[in-house]
């Protein structure tokens, strides 16, 4: 295959002013987003992307689960394409980089190509993927996880937010409901650009990430129950305290994680007390416990022990406790002739590169399914992400975007 030109780049100001007009829909209240999927705000943010994608020439697809394909043909129409994107939907106090940028560093591939007149063999796609977060409707990557055939899109259409609108509902209010087939598009191989959401590229002072791998997940809901009373008039010793069991419970979570360290990692983010008023007892909790390492029998350790613990705690405590999965998978290892790529893209282009292992999850960990997959990752200030203060610079958006532009157009063969 004929790698392209050394002097081969993106448009790193075009792909910056559209990370910034991208950002403009879904503001949140410090700076960053909250363009949570299928709200107006992710609609919205779809018909920019849709916009821009038909001003590049491309052909629009929309499958059942709203998944979105902005196709650019190649010259042997029946070679497979080379897929590239992320995800566009963010957390309720989320940055503007995290999914935002891999969509459009594939925009700007396609939009780069078009610039010089470049031609490949295999068509290139550029996706949008619903609901990467699984903040509204869990489990994250639920779109993605419906195309490489871990859940039914049944299964997923009945998905709840928190006020009880199913998500397939949601998904047709909004007008994003395609006709196509979920999983019916075949992959070349499938390419992610991702901030990396962690410290590590900018504390080794590394532009690029090369991830051969990403770390399993694992999501359990606990729920707790006791029994309301009066924060006043109800001796401690009658008291059936949800609240107190769901915080010894979450000390137990960290000292599970902390004894698998230096990797393993657990926390709760979603917390519901019940009825969370002021002078009452909690009679209910209901949190979600997170865990993740790169190493599966570390993840089914942990999620062995917190049950065994917090039953145990939960029975000295008269409280009774549920346990449900309500998300996970399994530690990922990405495409080796794929990562290559990527590799041999950062060396040619003069990046400082190194390899990683994602901590977060991504699109990209259900797509190397069923698809030869890998993922570029560009640092973020201070790792910071999923917090409205996320920030990365110009520059390093751009190296991320072309290490990107170089593993797809060399994987879709310039033909001229
Ligand atoms: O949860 C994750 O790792 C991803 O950011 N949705
Ligand atoms: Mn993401
Ligand atoms: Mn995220």
Redesign the pocket.
């Known amino acids: 295959m004929v790698a392209p030109a050394q002097n081969l780049k993106i448009n790193g100001e075009r792909l910056w002013d559209s990370l910034m007009q991208m950002a403009r829909i879904g503001p949140g209240v410090a700076g960053g987003n909250n363009r949570q999927t299928l709200t107006d705000a992710d609609a919205e943010g779809r018909a920019l992307f849709r916009k821009w994608c038909e001003e590049a020439g491309c052909s629009m697809g929309l499958d059942q689960m709203g998944n979105m394909f902005a196709r650019r043909e190649g010259s042997d129409p029946d070679a497979l394409p080379v897929y590239v994107g992320s995800h566009l939907d963010t957390?309720p106090t989320g940055g503007k980089y995290?999914g935002v940028l891999g969509v459009l560093g594939g925009l700007e591939i396609l939009r780069t190509l078009n610039d010089t007149g470049i031609r490949t063999r295999h068509p290139i796609v550029v996706t949008n993927w619903t609901n990467?977060?699984?903040t509204r409707f869990a489990p994250?990557?639920l779109a993605s996880g419906v195309f490489a055939g871990i859940h039914t899109q049944d299964w997923a259409y009945a998905r709840e937010d928190a006020e009880g609108k199913r998500f397939g509902d949601e998904l047709r209010r909004i007008g994003w409901c395609g006709e196509e087939e979920v999983g019916a598009r075949e992959m070349r191989a499938f390419f992610e650009l991702h901030i990396e959401?962690g410290p590590i590229l900018e504390a080794e002072g590394r532009d690029i990430g090369v991830v051969t791998h990403g770390q399993g997940?694992s999501w359990t809901q606990v729920t707790i129950t006791g029994k309301d009373a009066h924060t006043g008039s109800t001796p401690m010793p009658m008291r059936r305290n949800a609240g107190l069991g769901m915080a010894r419970v979450l000390e137990k979570v960290e000292e599970i994680a902390l004894s698998h360290a230096p990797h393993a990692v657990g926390a709760a983010g979603h917390i519901d007390v019940y009825p969370n008023s002021r002078n009452v007892i909690p009679g209910k909790a209901v949190f979600t416990v997170?865990f993740?390492s790169p190493d599966l029998s570390v993840i089914e350790d942990m999620e062995a022990r917190l049950r065994i613990e917090a039953q145990a705690i939960c029975d000295g405590m008269g409280l009774d406790v549920a346990f449900e999965k309500v998300g996970g998978f399994d530690p990922v290892a990405f495409d080796k002739g794929c990562v290559t790529a990527v590799r041999d893209a950062a060396e040619r282009l003069g990046y400082s590169h190194m390899n990683l292992i994602s901590?977060?999850?991504?699109d990209a960990c259900w797509i190397n399914r069923v698809a030869p997959t890998a993922m570029v990752m560009c640092p973020c200030v201070d790792g910071l992400?999923?917090n409205e203060a996320e920030e990365i610079s110009p520059e390093w958006a751009a190296a991320g975007a072309n290490v990107l532009f170089h593993a797809v157009v060399e994987t879709a063969e310039i033909v001229g």
């Open positions: 957390q995290d990467e977060e699984g994250a990557m959401q997940l997170d993740r901590g977060a999850g991504h992400s999923h």
